[in-house]
């Protein structure tokens, strides 16, 4: 933490090593840490899923997202069954470095409802509402 | 989690009574559920934080953004201490009743840091760097 505390306080365009802010990451006591998935450029936040620190090496360099399923207990590389993935156009990693933000270009829809994205319960008032139709 | 699944494949505008979605909603093994808060007109992600029933009741029926501190183990009225409230906009559940969406309107800078928002980490190649000023 010690070096992300630093980063809190530092001036724009303070740089440290990727590999040090790594190490310094706060992944849960299961090994993970959130990640929210946003579209790069609709800015639509499309989901949120965990990672290890396995995947998101393997997402930096692959450029393509890796999560790690906390159901299946296993690297989940997000569209290999369905096809629909995404490619990481950016990511950032928030102030106590326990939540990543990836900005992707998503293929398809990025929810396995096949909605474009998961979020598509509405709170209206005291009842809650499906607002987008899933494709045929 | 039934209830949750059904509305996985309803069609458009069904809807279920807000308690009962509440009743399904996944928190995890300490009660809490994660909630991302959006800007809701400039879409930009500002923070992800935590949630208890409680704290999302009164989020919903005050329409000002409480969380639960992780750290402190108490309601977190956001804003009551820096002022820099959130105001509900619009909340959104996803898929797997797993995430809450939070589109607010935040009122000063959204990070403890005093970053307008706290993803200003962006990772580049093999480093880290931050990306917004803080103000004076």
Partial sequence: ?????????????????LEDV?????????GLIPA??????????LMLAWMNRESLEETL?????????????????K???????????EMRIDCDGDTLLLLVDQTGPACHTNHPNCFYLL???RKVTVTAASPD
Same sequence: chains 1, 2.
């Fill in 123 to 125: 709170v209206e008032g």
């Fill in 22 to 30: 790594l190490e310094a990451l706060n992944f849960n006591e299961a």
């Fill in 1 to 17: 933490m010690a070096i992300i505390e630093a980063l809190q306080t530092a001036p724009t365009g303070t740089s440290k090593p």
């Fill in 61 to 77: 360099n692959t450029g393509r997202v890796c999560y790690f399923s906390r159901s299946r207990q296993k690297l989940w590389r």
């Fill in 79 to 89: 569209g290999e069954e369905s096809g629909h993935l995404q490619h990481l156009v």
């Fill in 36 to 45: 929210v998935a946003q579209q790069y450029d609709s800015k639509d936040v």
